[in-house]
């Protein structure tokens, strides 16, 4: 259930508790975002070169390579971004490795001996077999129409682009779901397109088919449970492919994830990836895509962001659409690389990167308490980077480290002895980053009663920033002082792993807090 919207702060101005605190509450929490974090521009979009659309032969080489462990079940990994680089990558093939591409990438129908069934709602195209290990039952079948047909309307009615047309492919122009054993090849689910490559410096969007198990039997979760999340995620991937195929992977995979949570809050299924996500790796940058599956733990940020900007029509919030329409690379789009997406849906809600991400850091400190679910669901947390007791007999302390990009790391003081009273406070310094690469820190004071409270600091050009705070042990249990490295400035299409296939230019950021107890 989302929290009613009068219920809740404006998020530029307060963080906003979960719905089973009080609202009443909320006055508790001061320090807002507003004037308070350092808000660096919005990434500068470089022109799109070749390279994100072309391949040398070495990696098309591997991405053939992956690609083939991936859908047989020999190596753990993505199947649709597998297949979405092996088509990216097809054209740098020939001969034998083109032949061996093509047959990855072909509809099971063309590789699957038949006889096909095919049934064609307003939208879509089922196809099926009614014997052999691929069959699928009337039953099922029947109910894969009811989910996939109530997802794509879902995403229409939300204001999504729909699956983009497949001319003749399939047998007319509608979207292709395909059912097909993929269970033991350890896959859910996928989708990919067989759509012409197309020239280098675009447009981007293309059309998708999609395969899902046959009957979703020996899957952790119940056949239903697994075919609706499956179903949600990967049409959302053939909705994504409509505005740009070659976006980022890991806006992709934490967006679908995302969405599958937002249709199906019940089932949870992606509660699995939150030990990879940044709950529970603060010091792992946001924009990774790992086999681990760090880039579906991502969906937790854009949980974060849509609970607390929370639009909504069609039964969806809107941020995650206008991030995808930002994100548009079709011929008309703006082709904004993914956190440039980000950055610019955030400022047009009067909301920096910088700030949105000091804040998700910070509610990552007690997701109990900050996220509407983070209790029932028991979200993962983790421990402080480091714990400093002062006392009166040592009543200064520091930490000081390195950041990567988009990563945070918390350092926590504790009133010790001699520093009970009321009158004692925490004067809190800290020396970051040139502000214009998107530092911030937030001071949080746990108190032994009602809610913490958050306050972001203001920094100045060069990074540094101050503050005094409650510390006295018989009302504070202890203050923690949250650093965030929110560059999102990158050498953008040189090859590297994270955002507009790039390096960032801001990792390994100094950041430093200085803290002393006064009176």
Sequence with gaps: MRTPASARLAVRVHLRPALAVPAVLAVLITGGLSGGVTAASAPARPSD???????????????????????????????????????????????????????????????????????????????????????????????????????????????YRAPKADGTAGGNAKTDIYLEDVHDDGLYGYCTSDAPNPPASGPYDQWAYCVLDNDFVGFPRSPLES??????????????????????????????????????????????????????????????????????????????????????????????????????????????????????VLSQAGVSLPEAFSMFSTANRAPALWYQEGAANKYPSVGPATTVRLSNAKRSGAASGRLPHLTSATARFMPGSGLS??????????????????PAAVVTVYRKTGLPQVLPLTLSSSGAGARTVPFGSSAVKYVEVTLVN???????????????????????RPVAVRVKAVR
């Design 486 to 508: 929110a560059s999102a400035r990158y050498k953008c299409w040189s090859g590297g792993d994270f955002t507009c296939q790039g390096s960032s230019l801001d990792d390994g």
């Design 421 to 438: 009273a009321k009158s004692w406070k925490l004067k809190v310094s800290v020396d970051l980053a040139d502000k214009a690469t998107g």
């Design 227 to 344: 075919l609706q999340v499956t179903a949600a995620h990967e049409y959302f991937h053939a909705v994504q492919f409509a505005y740009d195929f070659f976006e980022d992977r890991w806006l992709m995979e934490a967006t679908a994830t995302w969405a599958e949570d937002e249709l199906f809050p019940d089932v949870n299924d992606n509660l699995q990836y939150l030990p990879e996500s940044p709950l529970a790796k603060p010091g792992q940058p946001l924009d990774t895509f790992n086999d681990a599956g760090a880039q579906y733990g991502t969906w937790i940020f854009f949980r974060f962001l849509t609970e607390q900007l929370d639009a909504a029509e069609g039964g969806m919030p809107t941020l995650v659409r206008d991030i995808w329409r930002r994100a548009d690379g079709s011929a008309a789009g703006p082709d904004d690389y993914s956190l440039q997406a980000v950055s610019r």
């Design 49 to 159: 070169p070749p390279a994100k659309v072309s391949s040398s032969t070495a990696q098309a080489r591997a991405a053939l390579a992956e690609a083939r462990a991936v859908l047989s079940g020999r190596q753990r990994g993505d199947a649709t971004m597998a297949l979405r680089d092996l088509w990216l990558s097809r054209p740098a093939l020939t001969g034998a490795d083109r032949a061996a591409a093509d047959r990855l990438l072909a509809r099971p129908d063309d590789e699957t001996p038949g006889p096909w069934q095919t049934q064609c709602t307003a939208d879509n195209c089922y196809h099926w077999l009614t014997s052999g290990p691929d069959a699928a039952t009337p039953d099922y079948v029947a109910q894969v129409i009811a989910t996939v047909d109530g997802v794509h309307d879902t995403y229409v009615a939300a204001g």
